[in-house]
């Protein structure tokens, strides 16, 4: 995000640019700027209140007359060309915030989103958000140890520099940018809008489109360390090979291995998991696939310079990367074959490849308010609204196909698009329409994914695999399909999250045994009992199942563990660790808000579930609960031991 203009600061703008750009304007943003620049409160009232437009990307006349548009486009012009002009409001506070918000969407918008808003829209100073920084460290203080440079590692490394904290970060490829950096399969892009999947503090970034390729967001996030100034504190080609807690000197001891394949031990504060959900590839077990002849891979470890024209493709699985690929790479293979184990929906997104045309960057790169209240329109979208339609109605008439009223009225929908899409199609019909109430699994976004499996070189196969061959794949049937290719878009395993990284806690008690199952359970999805001075990102209940930004939860994450080491550095507290009751409740909390949801829904598997049936993943909590609790945590729910109580158990 771009900073917002200081109280009394003054602006000028290029009226030639001005007089071009507002034709490109959404009117809802562009209300807001207005009130913002002039105080006027007519902005906020008819007939300048725009229609309540659900769409992720919305039109931009705001349902509003051309009359009124026409209006609000000249005045725009008018007094945003006025040089130095200076905004009349800065930072609207909360309760003229939620009116702002209520009339830029056309609804009612609860007062209690007001705060969450402003501080990711940069309307309120970064350092007013921030925790209090250590007043003083101590001689040799050790560092926080973060695990991971991909966007949590970021928001993490950036808001420990802000306080003066010291920190490493460790990251085992060459480069920052985590899932961003290895996935790099045809057609890879983010599913969330890029104006509120990036950082609510640092420079804007110019995305050429609204959902933006995966070379985009990779440079974002590069940007993002250098811009921070992280790079000084991460060790690249570094992997961590073990974590044990050090109960006599309350501090982890944290194995490393380095670029040159030696070991060594380093010491650490505090250690924070920021490895995430999405990084540990799943291989499914399939009979043969060593016997295959030709390249066989994981679609996270797309082969660089992979050349496909020509080729005989065989997919195996048809999620979100495979909803990528398959329209990606259509036209320029000889066949494409995708295996099919179940059925996805998938939400229309008519302008989904549209570009960001040069007057709509200008708006967001220079008019004040403008990318702040683009983001917010973007955020409310893909946020909390969709939330409360995903609970179970125990009254409705049709729980074997959806949940409620308005789940039903969305399947049809989608369903109605499946119609559309493959119209002449009933072969492909019947194997493309779910059965399962939709958002039961993750949401995916049609891309033109049903206008490619149509095609003739195109193969839907929802027949079980028995096994791979030298040349092929075969099926239940006895059927084999040739192919020169195999991609395995098969996902991945989420449930051991940080488990994986060998952590040892109180009383020899390893993180793998107090997970076995895959069953992962932490307080808040960040602290685990039994583990102090561990925090964990992108945790246990923690991923976004509803809509939302994973970056928003990482910096939710951030802010929540950087109070946490703040008051232990301001305090003199040697150690923090979640009491094993208030682990107990909020796991009780969050299974018993998870049987009125979607995703315990009897009539279908996901990955969200482990293999007993408990959601481990999603949240069923809004997003504005997590921001809210971030803020202040409760710390009645840890251990503090006193740094004296230290010295007298090493006395």
Known sequence: MPAQPAAGEAVTLDPARVAAAVHAADLRVLLM?????TGDRKWLQAPYRPRRDVQLIADEDGGLPAEVQDDIRRAATEILSRPGFVPAI????????????????????????????????????????LPPAPRKLAAGQLPVLVV????????????????????????????????????????????????AYSFSWGERYPWSRYFAPREQLHDYLVR????????PHIRFETSVTSARWDEAARCWHVGLRNPDGSSETVRAFALVSAIGQLSQISIPDIPGKDDFQGPIFHSAQWPEGLELTGKRVAIIGTGATSMQVVPTVVDEVARITVYQRSAQWARPIPRYHDPIGAD????????????????????????????????????????ERSLNRVNDRHRQQMADHIMAE?????????????????????????????????????????????????????????THRPADVVVLATGFRIAQMAARLNITGRAGRSLAEEWAGDDPRAYLGIAVAGFPNLFVM??????????????????????????????????GIAAIEAKPEAQAAFVAMIDALHEQMIWTHPGMSTYYRNSRGRVVSVTPRRLVDHWTESREPDFNAFHLTPAGEELARAG
């Open 422 to 478: 493959l119209e002449g199609r009933p072969d492909l019909i019947a194997k493309c329409m779910p059965t399962y109430p939709p958002y039961g699994k993750r949401i995916l976004l049609d891309n033109g994914w049903f206008q490619a499996i149509r095609k003739p070189n195109a193969e839907l196969v929802t027949d079980d695999i028995d096994r791979i061959v030298a040349d092929g794949v075969v099926t239940r049937d006895g």
């Open 224 to 231: 993002s360390a250098d811009g921070f100034g992280l790079r």
């Open 148 to 195: 991971g440079a991909g966007a949590s590692g970021i928001a993490m490394g950036a808001t420990l520099l802000d306080l003066g904290i010291p920190f490493t970060i460790v990251e085992k490829n060459a480069e920052v940018g985590g899932t961003w950096l290895e996935n790099r399969y045809p057609g890879c892009g983010v599913d969330t809008p890029n104006h």
């Open 90 to 129: 800065t930072d609207p506070g909360d309760t003229l915030m939620q009116e702002m918000m209520s009339v830029c969407l056309g609804e009612a918008v609860p007062d209690e989103y007001a705060p969450m808003m402003r501080q990711q829209m940069g309307l309120m100073p970064r350092a007013e958000d």
């Open 360 to 399: 709509a960057q200008w708006l967001l790169a220079e008019v004040p308010f403008y990318a702040a209240w683009f983001r917010f329109t973007m955020l409310w979208r893909y946020g909390d609204g969709l939330l409360p339609t995903l609970r179970k109605d125990p009254d409705w008439i049709h729980p």
């Open 538 to 571: 992108q945790g246990p209940s923690t991923g976004l199942g509803h809509g939302g930004s994973a970056i928003f939860q990482s910096e939710c994450q951030a802010h929540y563990i950087a109070v946490c080491l703040s008051r232990m550095l301001n305090e």
């Open 33 to 37: 700027v207005l009130f913002h620049v």
